[in-house]
């Protein structure tokens, strides 16, 4: 049962436009949700996070929206750079567990 | 370096012989979680730890795996007579508390386990 969904496997984008990441997820009771990146052959690097209050978070090039009533959160990274080439993986957990739920991430290419 | 440190990086082992990974957390961290990675797949939950005590391993296989985190030393994730199933890839996280309620997990490197 795959409650935490990325839909898009790969994704290409061009350097200096906007990247942006999808994720849908299928459990209410999800109130905490993550970003990771990974390289190859390197473990999950967190990125940013969002509490269910929250609809927007912002890091630097990096934000995340929360749709609560969509069950849907995106990342967009602005400007894109080479450097993000990576595997991202949208997770989540709630207040009666620990794990965290991942997708099954999305690919991403930036393109010079 | 003050990360999540896993050894060993590779493994390698015939079925039916042990496999035992371990796991170092961040320093000031005392939970551990274990996750599992399948390839072309998300990472799975297995087990979260804390010092001498299992808290939840509602994700661990009920046979031949098991983990433990003792008071002095690393967490060690075990899996006895390993199959080629269990080839995978093993990620170790660590928070500074318990992450109910969001707190970030980070994560080592990773163990590679291929059994041949």
């Known amino acids: 049962d795959q409650q935490v969904k990325q839909n898009s496997p790969s994704l290409s984008v061009q350097e200096g436009r906007i990247s942006i990441l999808n994720c849908d997820y299928t459990n209410s009771m999800f109130d905490y949700f993550l970003w990771y990146k990974k390289y190859p052959a390197e473990g999950p690097t967190f990125l940013i996070s969002?509490?269910?209050?929250?609809d927007k978070n912002e890091d630097g090039r990096f934000t995340v929206f929360l749709n609560k009533s969509a069950k849907h959160l995106s990342l967009h990274i602005v400007p894109s750079q080479p450097g993000d080439s990576a595997v991202y993986f949208c997770?989540?957990?709630?207040?009666?567990?620990?794990?965290?739920?991942f997708g099954k991430g999305t690919s991403l290419l930036v393109t010079p | 370096n003050a990360g999540v440190m896993q050894n060993p990086r590779h493994l390698v082992r015939r079925r039916g012989q042990e496999a035992r990974l371990r796991c170092s957390p961040m320093?000031?961290?005392?939970?551990v979680y274990w996750y599992r990675q399948l390839p072309e797949e998300g990472l799975k939950f297995m087990v979260y730890?804390?010092?001498?005590?299992?808290?939840?391993e509602s994700g661990m296989p009920k046979e031949r795996f098991s983990a433990e985190f003792p008071k002095e030393g690393p967490s060690i994730l075990r899996i006895q007579q390993v199959v080629r199933g269990d080839s995978a890839a093993y990620f170790c996280?660590?928070?500074?508390?318990?992450?109910?309620?969001?707190?970030?997990?980070?994560f080592g490197p990773g163990t590679r386990l291929t059994v041949t």
């Open positions: 996280a660590s928070s500074p508390l318990g992450s109910m309620g969001g707190y970030e997990q980070y």
């Open positions: 997770a989540a957990n709630s207040n009666s567990g620990y794990a965290l739920n």
């Open positions: 320093k000031g961290h005392s939970h």
């Open positions: 969002i509490s269910s209050i929250k």
């Open positions: 730890l804390q010092k001498e005590n299992i808290i939840d």
